[in-house]
């Protein structure tokens, strides 16, 4: 089935680690997008990419990396400068607007759980 | 993008429908309107979106009124499993910031 896969579904960093959460979608989009979500809150974007090898820092990219090598992948890795980095972690993707001239839906993978040991 | 204002909360009874309500007054003429939910400890997933026409999909209709300053989201006949936050975002047709801005949304409660 094609989707969006996002693992591990929960993970623990201790202090001064780096995490690396891995987003990986079979739906041939081109798009790729990272949020963070904190309890009771609505999703802050982090870092999005429209086309691979180029990505974009989103409103709350301090702290983390993201590369895009190939089309299918995002990872988003948390380094040990995000000070606060417990929150569920969510990636998304969709068709670039290019290819239709409008917006399309974001579609979203079902989240990583980080905690902080 | 505009901002959207939802009830906090809501329920239906299981089989009828469910109508979630959102105002959005300051919408431009390029923004439209997406509707999301998510169920708890789960991704949001996409539900519909729709310009000014009325839209309609398996899954729900959306009702967009002439002046585009609200919107109502209709789940025909609603079961145990709708039971999520439904978010409304307004959204530039081509804005080059392509973020989704979620607010708190609305709770839906489906009673059996």
């Known amino acids: 089935d094609g989707g969006i896969t996002q693992s591990p579904k929960y993970l623990f960093r201790k202090e001064g680690q780096n995490v690396t959460l891995s987003c990986e979608q079979n739906l041939n989009h081109d798009a790729m997008y990272w949020y963070r979500q904190d309890p009771g809150q609505g999703l802050r974007l982090i870092y999005y990419?429209?086309?691979?090898?180029?990505?974009q820092k989103g409103d709350i990219a301090e702290g983390y990396s993201v590369s895009r090598e190939k089309k299918e992948s995002f990872p988003l890795t948390v380094t040990s400068a995000q000070k606060n980095p417990t929150a569920f972690y969510l990636c998304?993707?969709?068709?670039?607007?290019?290819?239709?001239?409008?917006?399309?839906?974001?579609?979203f993978g079902d989240g990583t759980r980080l905690s902080i040991l | 993008d505009a901002k959207t204002t939802q009830p906090t909360s809501m329920d239906c009874a299981e089989g009828r429908a469910a109508n979630l309500p959102c105002n959005h007054s300051t919408i431009s003429g390029n923004e439209y309107v997406y509707w999301y939910r998510q169920i708890h400890s789960q991704g949001p997933q996409y539900i519909i979106h729709g310009l000014k026409n009325n839209e309609t999909n398996e899954m729900a209709s959306l009702i967009i009124t002439e002046d585009r300053k609200s919107s109502t989201l209709i789940l025909p006949h609603a079961t145990l499993r709708d039971t999520a936050v439904y978010y409304c975002i307004v959204r530039s047709y081509t804005g080059a910031n392509s973020k989704l801005t979620f607010g708190k949304g609305i709770t839906l409660s489906v009673r059996p």
């Open positions: 990419s429209q086309i691979v090898n180029d990505f």
């Open positions: 998304a993707s969709s068709i670039d607007r290019w290819r239709t001239g409008e917006n399309q839906p974001q579609h």
